[in-house]
């Protein structure tokens, strides 16, 4: 806490004082050298990056393409099959709350992407609308998987207030200065019996404990927040939500996560940001050998999950009264 540069508050509770857990860097894209320290509020116990990068040097810290735009090659067709399959653990979460919800309006997902995952609840019948900050990411969603979606800020969203009968927000709140406003909107925009869905990186998890810097879920320097389930439930209750459903396995994220930790440098997605040149051999190997250590991590990610311990958290929330 020495320099010349004013100590970042906690962005929960604004105290000043904390403590050193790890440092590092990007170890995923790469993107930058620069080292930063994980820390912990002393007050609240909330863990954030440290220092927090302002709003001008974010952008050089994603890559172009943070989203995933199916080609027409073999590789991308077996790439869009995996992703459908592990995505039918958020598929069914978001089906059962909007069961629960009774409530009319779309189903919203904030941070849509290339909109796979509304295309996917699509096609069981629910209305659905996308939004996300990049314009590329909104196009490949409208274009390629038929879900309309908007480039917009959710406090700046073209819908109704009470139009949403359930909003999702999948790996989202971690990447934001203020969650706390982001909610404040869902909640605006969420009918009174509508549902919330939120999922982050579990700081509680012992993939944290284990692997501490090297864990994947802190994504230095994307994520400025990294949230304990009590942190996300003291977030949700600020902002007026009340959990309901809480989930720690996501067959998509969780043993991926943890082969990801491990080894870097064979993180499919990282291969492609950093234009890694390898030869379709190469690239065939490296993917099979990724997915067959993705294999073998489920058993320990539901061992984990079991245990509330998982490396993620997805819960679902209603709007208190
Ligand atoms: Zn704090």
Not at 67 to 78: E, I, R, T, V
Not at 218 to 225: A, C, F, G, S
Not at 255 to 281: C, H, K, Q, Y
Request: net charge positive; charged share 20%.
């Amino acid at each position: 806490m020495t320099g010349e540069e004013a100590v970042q508050p906690c962005p929960a509770c604004d105290s000043l004082d904390f403590l050193s857990l790890c440092k590092g860097t990007d170890r995923l894209y790469r993107t930058t050298d620069k080292e930063f320290r994980i820390v912990e509020c002393r007050r609240c116990r909330l863990i954030r990056l440290y220092p927090q990068p302002t709003p001008q040097e974010l952008p050089a810290y994603y890559p172009t393409q943070y989203w995933f735009d199916p080609g027409l090659s073999a590789a991308d067709k077996l790439e869009e099959f995996y992703r459908r399959l592990v995505l039918r653990d958020h598929v069914r979460f978001a089906r059962r709350a909007i069961r629960d919800a009774q409530a009319p309006g779309v189903v919203l997902d904030v941070g849509c992407g290339g909109g796979l995952f509304l295309h996917m609840l699509a096609q069981g019948g629910a209305k659905v609308a996308g939004l996300d900050f990049s314009l590329d990411a909104a196009s490949v969603a409208w274009r390629r998987q038929g879900v309309p979606a908007v480039c917009a800020s959710l406090a700046h969203a073209p819908f109704a207030p009470g139009s949403c009968a359930v909003i999702t927000m999948f790996h989202v709140l971690e990447h934001l200065y203020d969650a706390y406003s982001y909610l404040e909107s869902a909640r605006e925009l969420l009918h009174p019996g509508g549902r919330l869905i939120v999922q982050v990186p579990n700081a509680a998890s012992w993939q944290f404990l284990l692997l501490g810097e090297n864990w994947s879920g802190l994504d230095i320097p994307r994520h400025l927040v990294t949230f304990r389930t009590s942190d996300l439930e003291a977030l949700l209750d600020r902002c007026g939500f009340q959990p309901v459903r809480y989930k720690y396995f996501s067959l998509r994220d969780n043993p991926a996560g943890l082969v990801t930790s491990l080894m870097p440098g064979l993180d499919p997605m990282a291969r492609r940001v950093r234009a890694i040149r390898e030869g379709p051999r190469t690239r065939l190997f490296k993917d099979l050998l990724y997915f067959l250590l993705v294999a073998a991590a489920v058993p320990l990610t539901l061992i984990e999950a079991a245990c509330r311990a998982g490396s993620t958290v997805m819960v679902e929330a209603r709007k208190k009264p």
